[in-house]
C-alpha cells in the first residue's frame, strides 16, 4: 500500500472511533457493557465502509517451483513388436515414469509417435510408420526457449520424415534408448526399387533395385524379377564383408496395357532372422496413349523450361518447344501452349480453327494484346505500355476439377502489362489478381469449357518463380508439377463434362495414406455442396464390401481408406440424391514398411547422441540413465516469486462481515429496548 494509503487508514480509525464514541457515548448516561459493545460494533462497521470507500491494494507474494521439463517418448510403430521388444519398451517406461527422485526433480512429460507425435500414457505399437523428425520438430514447438534432456525409447529405424539426427537442438541432450536385439545376424534385403508409376505399351521401362547384405561371410544371392508365375528377369549377385549393397537395373518389357503387378524377391541358402525383407512388390500401369504437349514461343523465357520440367514430371506427357514458324503441323499433338501470342502466331491460330486442339494461352510484356482480341474470344484485352506485378488469390468456388491450395497468395507476382480485363463468355477463374494488397477482381489463370472446346489462360509471365518458391516452402517440386499436370489433364481431354468426377490411384503401397477425391456438379455444372456421396469398397477375394461417406472439404469431397489389408478393391462411388455413380479398381500391395528391419539402428541413434552431447543406452541401463538425469546440475529448478495485488473492494467477505456487524447492531438495540 502506498503512504497515502496508511494516512487514509489512520484517519478513518479516527472518524469511525469518533462516530462510535458520539452515538454511545457522548452524554449517554448508561455505559453499560451492553453498549461498549454495541459502540465496538458501531466502530468496526463504520471502519469497514470506509476502507472500502479507500479500497487500498493489498500486495501479496507466493512462490512457484518450475520444474526442467523431461519429455519420455516412446516409440509406438509396429516395428517395435516385430523386434520382440514390446515389454521391453513398457518396462523402462515404467521405470522411468515411476521414479520418485525423476519425479521431484523434472515435469515428466509422456508422448509416443509413429507417423505422429501426440500426448500418450498407453501404448498399442500399431503404427505403421515411424517419423522421429516430427518428435524433434514438435518438441521445439512445445517448449521454445527451455533447456531441457529427452529421452527418446525406439529401435532408431525412421521410415518417413527428414533425417532426424540433424532435427533435433543441439543444445538440448537427447538420450535414446535403444530397444530391440542388437546382435547382428546375416541378412539379405531388398532395400528400395526404383521404377516410374506409368509405362507405355509395347516399350521398355527400366527398373532400378539396391540390395543390402548383413554379415561377415561371403555369399552368392539369385536376384528375380517376376509376373505371375513367369520369371521375367534373373541374376546371381554376390555379397562379402567388403561388399554390403548392390544395384541391379534391368528393362522389363510393357507387353500388356493396365495395371500389372511385379514380384522382386531375393534369395540365397543361408538361414536368416528376417525373410519378409527378401520380397517387395511394385506395380506399373502400361498406357498406351501418351499426351504430346507443344509450347510454342516467339521468345526465349525461364518459363518455357519451368513448364516443360513440370510437365515432364508426368512420365504420360511429353513437351516440345517450337518457334512459330518452326512447326509445320499440329495434328499430331493433343495440347497447345501458346506463350505470349503476337502477329507471328497467325499461322498457327489459323491452322488450330479447323483442329481445334485445346490450348493454353499465357501472356505477359511481350504479347500483342491487339493480335490477341482478334484470334479469341473469351477475354476483351484493353492494356496500357506500363508493366505491373500481379499477386494471386486462389478461388475456393473453383469447381472445373479438383485442385488445393498449394499456397498461391505467397507467391511472387507475376508480370503482365496493366491494363482492364473484362470477361466475355462462361469463365471459371481458379485465380485472381491483386496489385500489392489491392484486389483487381480481375482473372490471373482462368479456363473455360465449352461444348468440349477448353481453353486455359495465365496473365503474367515468371510462372517459373512460382516452381522456384513452391520448392522453398515444401522442400520439393511435386506440389506445383501436380498443379500444372492437373492443368494439362483438363486440356488434354474433349470428354463432356460429367456430373461425378473420382480422383486416385491405381495401386497403393500397403501403410501409405489412401485417399479418394470426388466432385458432384449439378445441371448448371456448379460444384453442389449439398451433395451426398458415399464409397463402397469390396476386396474381390473375400468379396467383403466396406461403406463409407464422402467427407466435403474446400471443393470437393474425400474419403480416407487407411486401413484396408492388402489385395485388389472395386469400387463405387455414389451420389445418393441423383444415383450417379463412378465405378473403378485398385490395388494395395503387400508391402509393410516397419517389418524391413533385423536390429536397432545403433549408427543412427549413436550420432543423434553425439550431436546433442548425450548418451545412447540399452533398457538394462535404465539405471545408470536415470543416475545421469538426477546428477545432471544443469537442470534445476526454479524457484519463482508469483507477487499479487488485490485491491481491498474484492474481498467480498469485508461486505459479509459490514452487514453482519451492522444487522448485530440493529438486534442488539432492539433487543434491549434502544431502538
Same mark, same amino acid.
Given at each position: 500500500m502506498t503512504a497515502n494509503s496508511f494516512v487514509l487508514i489512520f484517519i478513518s480509525l479516527g472518524i469511525a472511533f469518533a462516530l462510535s464514541y458520539f452515538q454511545y457515548y457522548y452524554k449517554a448516561k448508561n455505559r453499560s457493557k451492553t453498549i461498549l459493545f454495541l459502540a465496538f460494533l458501531r466502530f468496526l462497521s463504520v471502519f469497514g465502509l470506509l476502507l472500502l470507500m479507500i479500497n487500498p491494494v493489498v500486495s501479496s507474494s507466493t512462490f512457484e517451483t518450475i520444474k526442467t521439463p523431461l519429455p519420455i517418448v516412446v516409440d509406438n510403430s509396429s516395428?517395435?513388436? *516385430?523386434?520382440?521388444?514390446?515389454?521391453?519398451?513398457?518396462?523402462?517406461?515404467?521405470?522411468?515414469?515411476?521414479?520418485?527422485?525423476? #519425479?521431484?526433480?523434472?515435469?515428466?512429460?509422456?508422448?509416443?509417435?509413429?507417423?505422429?507425435?501426440?500426448?500418450?500414457?498407453?501404448?498399442?505399437?500399431?503404427?505403421?510408420?515411424?517419423?522421429?523428425?516430427?518428435?524433434?520438430?514438435?518438441?521445439k514447438n512445445s517448449n521454445k526457449n527451455l533447456k531441457y534432456p529427452t529421452v527418446l525409447i525406439t529401435d532408431g529405424n525412421q521410415t518417413s520424415g527428414a533425417d532426424y539426427v540433424f532435427s533435433f *537442438?543441439?543444445?538440448?541432450?537427447?538420450?535414446?534408448?535403444?530397444?530391440? *536385439?542388437?546382435?547382428?545376424?546375416? *541378412?539379405?534385403?531388398?532395400?528400395?526399387?526404383?521404377?516410374? #508409376?506409368?509405362?507405355?505399351?509395347?516399350?521398355?521401362?527400366p527398373v532400378e533395385v539396391f540390395l543390402l547384405y548383413e554379415g561377415t561371410k561371403s555369399i552368392t544371392a539369385n536376384f528375380s524379377i517376376s509376373q505371375g508365375n513367369t520369371i521375367l528377369t534373373k541374376e546371381t549377385v554376390s555379397f562379402s564383408s567388403s561388399k554390403k549393397s548392390a544395384v541391379i537395373n534391368v528393362l522389363l518389357p510393357a507387353d500388356k496395357t493396365g495395371l500389372q503387378l511385379y514380384n522382386a524377391k531375393l534369395t540365397s541358402s543361408e538361414t536368416e532372422k528376417n525373410s519378409y525383407?527378401?520380397?517387395? #512388390?511394385?506395380?506399373?500401369?502400361?498406357?498406351?496413349?501418351?499426351?504430346?504437349? $507443344?509450347?510454342?514461343?516467339?521468345?526465349?523465357?525461364?518459363?518455357?523450361?519451368?513448364?516443360?520440367?513440370?510437365?515432364?514430371?508426368? $512420365?504420360?506427357?511429353?513437351?516440345?518447344?517450337?518457334?512459330?514458324?518452326?512447326?509445320?503441323?499440329?495434328?499430331?499433338?493433343?495440347?497447345?501452349?501458346?506463350?505470349?501470342?503476337?502477329?507471328?502466331?497467325?499461322?498457327?491460330?489459323?491452322?488450330?480453327?479447323?483442329?481445334?486442339?485445346?490450348?493454353?494461352?499465357?501472356?505477359?510484356?511481350?504479347?500483342?494484346?491487339?493480335?490477341?482480341?482478334?484470334? +479469341?474470344?473469351?477475354?476483351?484485352?484493353?492494356?496500357?505500355?506500363?508493366?505491373?506485378?500481379?499477386?494471386?488469390?486462389?478461388?475456393?468456388?473453383?469447381?472445373?476439377?479438383?485442385?488445393?491450395?498449394?499456397g498461391f497468395e505467397n507467391f511472387p507476382p507475376l508480370e503482365n502489362t496493366f491494363g482492364t480485363i473484362t470477361n466475355k463468355g462462361n469463365v471459371s477463374v481458379l485465380l485472381s489478381s491483386r496489385i500489392r494488397n489491392v484486389d483487381t477482381n480481375a482473372p490471373l489463370f482462368a479456363f473455360t469449357d465449352n461444348q468440349g472446346k477448353r481453353s486455359a489462360y495465365l496473365l503474367g509471365e515468371?510462372?517459373?518463380?512460382?516452381?522456384? +518458391?513452391?520448392?522453398?516452402d515444401k522442400k520439393s517440386f511435386e506440389q506445383f508439377d501436380v498443379f500444372i499436370d492437373k492443368t494439362i489433364q483438363f486440356l488434354s481431354s474433349n470428354d463432356a463434362r460429367k456430373s461425378l468426377i473420382v480422383n486416385h490411384e491405381r495401386f497403393y503401397n500397403s501403410g501409405d495414406a489412401l485417399e479418394i477425391t470426388a466432385q458432384y456438379f449439378n445441371k448448371n455444372y456448379e460444384f453442389d455442396e449439398k451433395a451426398r456421396l458415399s464409397i463402397a469398397v469390396t476386396n474381390t477375394k473375400t468379396k467383403k464390401?466396406?461403406?463409407?461417406?464422402?467427407?466435403?472439404?474446400?471443393?470437393?469431397?474425400?474419403?480416407?481408406?487407411?486401413?484396408?489389408?492388402?489385395?485388389?478393391?472395386?469400387?463405387?462411388?455414389?451420389?445418393?440424391?441423383?444415383?450417379?455413380?463412378y465405378s473403378n479398381v485398385f490395388e494395395i500391395l503387400d508391402f509393410d514398411i516397419e517389418k524391413q528391419f533385423v536390429n536397432p539402428d545403433m549408427v543412427k541413434l549413436n550420432q543423434l547422441a553425439n550431436q546433442t552431447k548425450g548418451v545412447v543406452s540399452v533398457p538394462n541401463q535404465t539405471d545408470n540413465l536415470i543416475k545421469i538425469l538426477i546428477e545432471n546440475q544443469d537442470y534445476k529448478a526454479i524457484q519463482k516469486e508469483v507477487a499479487k495485488k488485490t485491491p481491498l473492494i474484492d474481498w467480498y467477505w469485508l461486505l459479509v462481515f459490514i452487514a453482519i456487524f451492522l444487522a448485530s447492531e440493529w438486534f442488539i438495540r432492539k433487543y434491549n429496548g434502544l431502538l
Open positions: 516395428s517395435i513388436i *516385430d523386434l520382440k521388444a514390446k515389454e521391453s519398451v513398457l518396462k523402462v517406461y515404467e521405470k522411468l515414469t515411476s521414479n520418485s527422485d525423476l #519425479k521431484s526433480k523434472f515435469d515428466i512429460q509422456t508422448y509416443s509417435f509413429d507417423s505422429e507425435f501426440q500426448s500418450a500414457e498407453t501404448f498399442d505399437f500399431k503404427g505403421s510408420q515411424t517419423n522421429i523428425d516430427a518428435v524433434a520438430q514438435n518438441l *537442438d543441439a543444445d538440448n541432450k537427447v538420450y535414446p534408448i535403444a530397444v530391440g *536385439d542388437t546382435t547382428t545376424y546375416l *541378412d539379405l534385403k531388398i532395400n528400395q526399387i526404383n521404377v516410374n #508409376k506409368y509405362a507405355f505399351h509395347k516399350n521398355k521401362f525383407n527378401n520380397t517387395k #512388390k511394385f506395380a506399373v500401369e502400361v498406357i498406351d496413349q501418351k499426351t504430346e504437349v $507443344a509450347i510454342i514461343s516467339a521468345i526465349n523465357h525461364p518459363d518455357l523450361s519451368a513448364l516443360k520440367r513440370s510437365i515432364e514430371a508426368n $512420365a504420360q506427357r511429353k513437351v516440345t518447344i517450337f518457334k512459330p514458324n518452326q512447326i509445320n503441323s499440329l495434328n499430331n499433338f493433343n495440347v497447345l501452349i501458346l506463350y505470349q501470342p503476337n502477329a507471328s502466331f497467325k499461322p498457327v491460330f489459323d491452322a488450330n480453327k479447323n483442329l481445334n486442339i485445346n490450348s493454353w494461352i499465357i501472356t505477359g510484356n511481350d504479347t500483342d494484346f491487339g493480335f490477341l482480341n482478334q484470334h +479469341q474470344s473469351q477475354f476483351d484485352f484493353k492494356m496500357s505500355s506500363q508493366k505491373e506485378d500481379y499477386l494471386a488469390n486462389f478461388s475456393s468456388d473453383f469447381n472445373l476439377f479438383a485442385i488445393d491450395n498449394i515468371n510462372i517459373w518463380k512460382w516452381r522456384a +518458391q513452391s520448392y522453398v464390401v466396406k461403406r463409407y461417406d464422402l467427407l466435403k472439404t474446400t471443393n470437393s469431397f474425400k474419403v480416407n481408406l487407411d486401413g484396408l489389408n492388402a489385395g485388389s478393391y472395386t469400387f463405387t462411388v455414389k451420389e445418393l440424391n441423383s444415383n450417379a455413380s
